[in-house]
């Protein structure tokens, strides 16, 4: 019997810490996408500005030279673009944010800024596009900011958290 105890209290601890690890691992992995979307961002502002690239070849520019996580996401924005079925820019882009966005670790508040992002960028001219790209980017580079702050302490507690929340557990079962 309390070789059992012992098992199950090993692998609540362990289970536990896993959690508090996977959510930190999570918070790390968001402003690493983040500053991958920044680069992207920057990349089809330059193509727009100074290459006078059409949107669509930019984001294809882009989809054939990143080998990311948002390589699928700009590919399937230029593929439905291609297809002239009639759907506007900021409706490919929203169904490519909800359909190519789910295996990164951006937040629903991350997607739905990057939604509203898209249906500002869509029918504008060039110099309004540059604007709302320069605005993203600062949006952007305002949520790394905070969150690189914090991701130190968050993490740690993320970390202390689980392991503590396992011992509590434990101690409560026994």
Not at 11 to 18: E, P, Q
Request: aromatic content about 10%; some cysteine.
């Amino acid at each position: 019997m309390i070789v059992m105890k012992t098992i199950g209290s090993i692998l609540v601890i362990t289970s536990s810490a896993g959690i508090g690890f996977f959510f930190s691992s999570e918070m790390k992995s968001r402003i690493e996408d983040l500053k991958e979307l920044r680069k992207l961002i920057v990349l089809l502002r330059g193509d727009i500005r100074y290459a006078n690239t059409p949107l669509p070849e930019a984001i294809h520019s882009i989809a054939r030279r990143h080998d990311g996580a948002f390589k699928q996401f700009f590919h399937f924005i230029y593929e439905k673009l291609s297809e002239l079925s009639g759907e506007t820019f900021s409706q490919v882009w929203k169904e490519a944010v909800e359909k190519e966005l789910c295996n990164t670790s951006l937040l629903k508040k991350d997607k739905l800024d990057l939604i509203q992002f898209g249906e500002n960028l869509g029918y504008l001219d060039k110099e309004m596009q540059m604007n709302t790209l320069d605005l993203y980017i600062s949006q952007i580079e305002d949520e790394i900011e905070d969150l690189s702050k914090n991701v130190k302490e968050k993490s740690y507690l993320f970390n202390s958290l689980g392991i503590m929340a396992g011992i509590f557990i434990t101690i409560v079962m026994i």
